[in-house]
């Protein structure tokens, strides 16, 4: 079992600097960015409605 770690460890830290790289290159050359955690637009905006609507209720915001 621990002879697996150090080869999986030092797999996800090659992927992990390959994505780095990339992200900076493409700032480096002006293009556009996402982050790491890129969230939906769906999903923001039915997070964004939820809150809405949380906000119109009468007896809740007193």
Known sequence: M?????PVLAV????LM???????????QGLPVH????IPLWVRQRWQNRR???LRRPGKNS
């Open 52 to 54: 809405l609507l949380r």
């Open 12 to 15: 996800l830290m090659l992927v």
């Open 35 to 38: 982050g790491a955690w890129h």
């Open 18 to 28: 390959r994505s780095f790289i990339r992200r900076r290159r493409r700032q480096h």
């Open 2 to 6: 621990s002879l697996l770690v150090l």
